[in-house]
Protein backbone atom coordinates (compact mmCIF):
# COMPACT_ATOMS: atom_id res chain seq x y z
CA UNK A 1 0.00 0.00 0.00
CA UNK A 2 1.41 3.57 -0.80
CA UNK A 3 2.70 5.53 1.86
CA UNK A 4 0.16 7.79 1.85
CA UNK A 5 -2.59 5.11 3.48
CA UNK A 6 -4.17 5.04 5.89
CA UNK A 7 -2.95 8.76 7.02
CA UNK A 8 -1.53 11.56 5.40
CA UNK A 9 2.02 11.99 5.20
CA UNK A 10 3.68 15.60 4.26
CA UNK A 11 5.75 15.01 1.37
CA UNK A 12 9.18 17.14 0.32
CA UNK A 13 10.38 18.52 -2.34
CA UNK A 14 12.66 15.52 -4.31
CA UNK A 15 9.84 12.66 -3.37
CA UNK A 16 9.78 10.40 -5.62
CA UNK A 17 5.54 9.78 -6.15
CA UNK A 18 5.05 6.89 -8.58
CA UNK A 19 2.14 5.68 -10.89
CA UNK A 20 1.61 2.77 -8.08
CA UNK A 21 1.69 5.00 -5.41
CA UNK A 22 -1.38 7.80 -7.19
CA UNK A 23 -3.54 4.42 -7.75
CA UNK A 24 -3.04 3.05 -4.22
CA UNK A 25 -4.31 6.07 -2.93
CA UNK A 26 -6.58 7.30 -5.57
CA UNK A 27 -10.45 7.68 -3.59
CA UNK A 28 -8.62 6.95 -0.17
CA UNK A 29 -8.98 9.63 2.40
CA UNK A 30 -5.72 11.18 1.65
CA UNK A 31 -8.11 12.48 -1.67
CA UNK A 32 -11.51 13.40 0.08
CA UNK A 33 -11.23 17.11 1.26
CA UNK A 34 -14.62 18.10 3.63
CA UNK A 35 -16.02 20.80 2.81
CA UNK A 36 -18.07 21.72 5.85
CA UNK A 37 -18.20 20.88 9.73
CA UNK A 38 -18.86 17.42 10.47
CA UNK A 39 -18.86 15.89 7.12
CA UNK A 40 -18.33 11.84 7.21
CA UNK A 41 -17.22 9.75 4.14
CA UNK A 42 -18.68 6.48 4.39
CA UNK A 43 -17.80 3.67 1.84
CA UNK A 44 -21.28 3.50 -0.69
CA UNK A 45 -19.48 0.58 -3.01
CA UNK A 46 -15.88 -0.89 -3.46
CA UNK A 47 -13.41 0.95 -3.73
CA UNK A 48 -16.30 4.11 -3.00
CA UNK A 49 -16.62 6.99 -0.60
CA UNK A 50 -19.51 9.61 -0.04
CA UNK A 51 -20.02 12.24 1.81
CA UNK A 52 -22.97 11.91 4.57
CA UNK A 53 -22.94 16.17 5.54
CA UNK A 54 -23.90 16.41 9.25
CA UNK A 55 -27.46 15.65 10.91
CA UNK A 56 -29.51 17.84 12.23
CA UNK A 57 -28.61 18.88 15.90
CA UNK A 58 -29.98 15.81 18.12
CA UNK A 59 -30.14 13.49 15.65
CA UNK A 60 -27.92 9.80 16.14
CA UNK A 61 -26.30 8.14 13.32
CA UNK A 62 -28.07 5.31 12.35
CA UNK A 63 -27.51 2.19 9.51
CA UNK A 64 -29.86 2.23 6.40
CA UNK A 65 -29.37 -0.34 3.86
CA UNK A 66 -31.55 2.14 1.52
CA UNK A 67 -29.22 5.18 1.45
CA UNK A 68 -26.38 5.94 -0.43
CA UNK A 69 -23.92 5.53 1.93
CA UNK A 70 -25.53 3.02 3.67
CA UNK A 71 -26.48 5.60 6.94
CA UNK A 72 -28.81 8.25 7.94
CA UNK A 73 -29.42 11.06 10.65
CA UNK A 74 -32.44 10.15 12.60
CA UNK A 75 -34.22 11.40 15.99
CA UNK A 76 -34.07 7.83 17.61
CA UNK A 77 -34.98 7.56 20.72
CA UNK A 78 -37.31 9.71 22.71
CA UNK A 79 -38.07 13.36 21.30
CA UNK A 80 -40.01 15.65 23.01
CA UNK A 81 -42.84 17.15 20.71
CA UNK A 82 -44.57 19.38 23.24
CA UNK A 83 -44.98 20.68 26.93
CA UNK A 84 -48.42 22.12 27.96
CA UNK A 85 -49.01 23.13 31.80
CA UNK A 86 -52.22 23.91 32.45
CA UNK A 87 -54.04 25.80 35.69
CA UNK A 88 -57.28 25.25 37.12
CA UNK A 89 -58.45 23.78 34.16
CA UNK A 90 -61.79 21.44 34.18
CA UNK A 91 -60.05 19.43 31.15
CA UNK A 92 -56.74 19.66 29.08
CA UNK A 93 -56.15 19.36 25.23
CA UNK A 94 -52.60 18.58 23.69
CA UNK A 95 -53.75 18.71 20.04
CA UNK A 96 -51.81 17.70 17.21
CA UNK A 97 -49.69 15.80 19.43
CA UNK A 98 -49.86 12.32 17.27
CA UNK A 99 -48.95 12.39 13.59
CA UNK A 100 -47.49 10.07 11.10
CA UNK A 101 -43.80 11.77 12.11
CA UNK A 102 -43.87 8.99 15.10
CA UNK A 103 -45.05 5.61 15.34
CA UNK A 104 -45.51 5.56 18.67
CA UNK A 105 -45.70 7.70 21.99
CA UNK A 106 -44.95 8.20 25.65
CA UNK A 107 -46.79 11.28 27.36
CA UNK A 108 -45.89 12.43 31.16
CA UNK A 109 -48.46 13.81 33.48
CA UNK A 110 -47.59 15.61 36.75
CA UNK A 111 -50.30 17.05 38.51
CA UNK A 112 -49.67 19.34 41.52
CA UNK A 113 -53.46 19.46 42.11
CA UNK A 114 -56.93 18.19 41.82
CA UNK A 115 -60.29 18.68 42.95
CA UNK A 116 -61.72 15.80 41.03
CA UNK A 117 -60.25 12.13 42.68
CA UNK A 118 -59.77 10.22 39.34
CA UNK A 119 -58.15 11.50 36.28
CA UNK A 120 -58.93 9.89 33.04
CA UNK A 121 -58.21 10.71 29.62
CA UNK A 122 -59.34 10.05 25.66
CA UNK A 123 -58.01 10.61 22.20
CA UNK A 124 -59.26 13.05 20.10
CA UNK A 125 -59.01 13.72 16.60
CA UNK A 126 -58.70 16.98 15.32
CA UNK A 127 -60.40 18.50 18.04
CA UNK A 128 -63.24 16.39 18.59
CA UNK A 129 -62.40 13.86 21.68
CA UNK A 130 -64.01 10.12 21.04
CA UNK A 131 -66.39 9.38 24.01
CA UNK A 132 -66.88 5.53 23.37
CA UNK A 133 -65.00 2.29 22.83
CA UNK A 134 -61.96 2.46 25.28
CA UNK A 135 -61.46 -0.85 26.85
CA UNK A 136 -58.77 -1.05 30.20
CA UNK A 137 -58.21 -2.46 33.19
CA UNK A 138 -55.68 -2.16 35.93
CA UNK A 139 -54.76 -2.64 39.70
CA UNK A 140 -53.68 -0.12 42.56
CA UNK A 141 -52.22 -0.58 45.90
CA UNK A 142 -52.18 2.23 48.40
CA UNK A 143 -48.59 2.16 50.70
CA UNK A 144 -50.82 1.84 53.81
CA UNK A 145 -51.92 -1.83 53.47
CA UNK A 146 -50.96 -4.86 51.14
CA UNK A 147 -54.64 -4.62 49.24
CA UNK A 148 -54.32 -4.53 45.63
CA UNK A 149 -57.85 -3.39 44.07
CA UNK A 150 -58.74 -4.21 40.41
CA UNK A 151 -60.63 -2.09 38.41
CA UNK A 152 -61.51 -1.79 34.91
CA UNK A 153 -63.58 -0.52 32.16
CA UNK A 154 -65.27 -2.41 28.94
CA UNK A 155 -66.68 0.05 26.15
CA UNK A 156 -66.42 3.41 28.12
CA UNK A 157 -65.73 6.66 27.47
CA UNK A 158 -62.33 7.39 29.23
CA UNK A 159 -59.04 5.72 30.17
CA UNK A 160 -58.40 6.09 33.15
CA UNK A 161 -55.19 7.10 34.46
CA UNK A 162 -55.19 7.58 38.50
CA UNK A 163 -57.70 6.25 40.82
CA UNK A 164 -57.59 8.73 43.41
CA UNK A 165 -55.11 11.84 43.23
CA UNK A 166 -57.61 14.35 45.24
CA UNK A 167 -55.95 17.22 47.11
CA UNK A 168 -52.65 18.97 46.81
CA UNK A 169 -49.46 17.35 46.26
CA UNK A 170 -47.17 16.13 43.03
CA UNK A 171 -48.51 12.86 41.00
CA UNK A 172 -47.15 11.15 37.98
CA UNK A 173 -48.30 9.31 35.26
CA UNK A 174 -46.11 7.86 32.54
CA UNK A 175 -48.32 6.47 29.28
CA UNK A 176 -47.08 4.70 26.07
CA UNK A 177 -49.10 4.67 23.34
CA UNK A 178 -48.76 2.17 20.21
CA UNK A 179 -50.07 3.66 16.67
CA UNK A 180 -52.16 6.03 17.93
CA UNK A 181 -51.99 7.66 14.23
CA UNK A 182 -52.49 4.57 12.46
CA UNK A 183 -55.51 3.31 10.79
CA UNK A 184 -56.42 0.72 13.50
CA UNK A 185 -56.29 -0.50 17.53
CA UNK A 186 -54.77 2.35 19.90
CA UNK A 187 -53.35 0.55 22.83
CA UNK A 188 -51.71 2.15 25.62
CA UNK A 189 -49.91 0.56 28.97
CA UNK A 190 -49.97 3.34 32.08
CA UNK A 191 -48.25 3.94 35.45
CA UNK A 192 -49.07 6.18 37.93
CA UNK A 193 -48.50 7.38 41.88
CA UNK A 194 -51.13 9.40 43.32
CA UNK A 195 -51.42 12.09 46.29
CA UNK A 196 -53.08 9.61 47.88
CA UNK A 197 -50.13 7.27 48.16
CA UNK A 198 -51.98 5.05 45.43
CA UNK A 199 -49.97 3.37 42.98
CA UNK A 200 -52.04 2.11 39.41
CA UNK A 201 -51.06 0.16 36.70
CA UNK A 202 -53.25 -0.23 33.49
CA UNK A 203 -53.23 -1.36 30.09
CA UNK A 204 -55.43 -1.47 27.25
CA UNK A 205 -56.97 -0.11 24.14
CA UNK A 206 -59.01 2.58 21.81
CA UNK A 207 -61.23 0.15 19.89
CA UNK A 208 -61.73 1.80 16.36
CA UNK A 209 -60.01 2.95 13.40
CA UNK A 210 -59.39 6.55 14.01
CA UNK A 211 -56.32 8.07 13.40
CA UNK A 212 -55.88 9.81 16.30
CA UNK A 213 -54.08 13.24 16.56
CA UNK A 214 -55.31 15.05 20.17
CA UNK A 215 -54.91 13.81 23.51
CA UNK A 216 -57.01 14.91 26.74
CA UNK A 217 -57.38 14.68 29.84
CA UNK A 218 -60.26 15.25 32.36
CA UNK A 219 -60.95 14.71 35.70
CA UNK A 220 -64.08 13.06 37.39
CA UNK A 221 -64.75 16.48 38.63
CA UNK A 222 -63.78 20.39 39.48
CA UNK A 223 -60.07 21.12 37.78
CA UNK A 224 -56.99 19.88 37.38
CA UNK A 225 -53.12 22.30 37.32
CA UNK A 226 -50.16 20.63 35.98
CA UNK A 227 -47.86 19.73 33.24
CA UNK A 228 -48.25 17.33 30.68
CA UNK A 229 -45.23 16.66 27.90
CA UNK A 230 -45.06 14.03 24.89
CA UNK A 231 -42.46 12.39 23.12
CA UNK A 232 -42.40 10.40 19.88
CA UNK A 233 -40.65 7.41 19.09
CA UNK A 234 -40.12 4.41 16.75
CA UNK A 235 -39.82 6.00 13.26
Known amino acids: MAVGWPTKVSYVDGDVYSASDVNDTNGTINLIKPTAKGDLFAGSAANTYTKLAVGANNTI ?3 DSTAATGMKWGTGGLNLISTTSFSAVSSQTVSGCFSSTYNHYRIVISLSSSAGGVVSARFGVSGTPTTTNY ?12 T ?7 N ?7 NDISGTGSSLCVMDIASPNE ?3 T ?3 SQSQS ?3 LYNLASGWQDSANQFTDFVILPASGNITGKVSVYGYGQ
Open 195 to 197: VGQ
Open 183 to 185: TFR
Open 187 to 189: SFI
Open 156 to 162: VSTIQLS
Open 61 to 63: LTA
Open 135 to 146: YWGGISRSTSNT
Open 148 to 154: VTGTNGS
